[in-house]
T-cell receptor, first 111, second 111 residues
Framework: NAGVTQTPKFQVLKTGQSMTLQCAQDMNHNSMYWYRQDPGMGLRLIYYSASEGTTDKGEVPNGYNVSRLNKREFSLRLESAAPSQTSVYFC??????????FGPGTRLTVT | QKEVEQNSGPLSVPEGAIASLNCTYSDQGSQSFFWYRQYSGKSPELIMFIYSNGDKEDGRFTAQLNKASQYVSLLIRDSQPSDSATYLCAVSSGGSYIPTFGRGTSLIVHP
């Protein structure tokens, strides 16, 4: 099992550019999450999907959109990137009981 | 706004000592409590979870929960340099499992 995979690992964007971060899990989990992590700020929830076909906003959704493409895949889109979106982005999935499994992260820099 | 507070540290302990990491939370309805370990440049991984008041032990790790004081802690016995990492406390309430993360405590174990 690969667990949770994310692409790309690194990305540099210019202000106003758009991009999609991809996430996939092969553990047959229903719930998936997108977080951002900034220095000294911990993990903040952007969006989550409790099951295929549903998505909900988290703590910091502004400037982002998500798509739960199927049970395996959950993508995060930045329509018009801003320097404030420079961060490390983690995707996670959750098993039936409690544990969240995190992907390796995407380091995004917006100049 | 649900809040989870942790001392950012760094907490420095000598090898072989007990490291004590603390976390307080604001939501009295919180039911599930988690400790994640995050090495520099890596993704978080779950090391302990606790639901009931009291202590829960797993190897060198002990989680302690006091719901009346809204306080959860993690003790690491016989600390090793490989335990040097940031430890994130996460708290969730209800059945939807949307955890709120603290900002993390940096632990340094020196030989």
């Amino acid at each position: 099992n690969a667990g949770v995979t994310q692409t790309p690992k690194f990305q540099v964007l210019k202000t106003g550019q758009s991009m999609t971060l991809q996430c996939a899990q092969d553990m047959n989990h229903n719930s998936m999450y997108w977080y951002r992590q900034d220095p000294g700020m911990g993990l903040r929830l952007i969006y989550y999907s409790a099951s295929e076909g549903t998505t909900d906003k988290g703590e910091v959704p502004n400037g982002y959109n998500v798509s739960r493409l199927n049970k395996r895949e959950f993508s995060l889109r930045l329509e018009s990137a801003a320097p404030s979106q420079t961060s490390v982005y983690f995707c996670a999935s959750r098993d039936r009981i409690y544990e969240q499994y995190f992907g390796p992260g995407t380091r995004l820099t917006v100049t | 706004q649900k809040e989870v507070e942790q001392n950012s540290g760094p907490l420095s302990v000598p090898e072989g000592a007990i490291a004590s990491l603390n976390c307080t939370y604001s939501d009295q309805g919180s039911q599930s409590f988690f400790w994640y370990r995050q090495y520099s440049g890596k993704s978080p991984e779950l090391i302990m979870f606790i639901y009931s008041n009291g202590d829960k032990e797993d190897g060198r790790f002990t989680a302690q929960l006091n719901k009346a004081s809204q306080y959860v802690s993690l003790l690491i016995r016989d600390s090793q340099p490989s335990d040097s990492a940031t430890y994130l406390c996460a708290v969730s309430s209800g059945g939807s499992y949307i955890p709120t993360f603290g900002r993390g405590t940096s632990l340094i174990v020196h030989p």
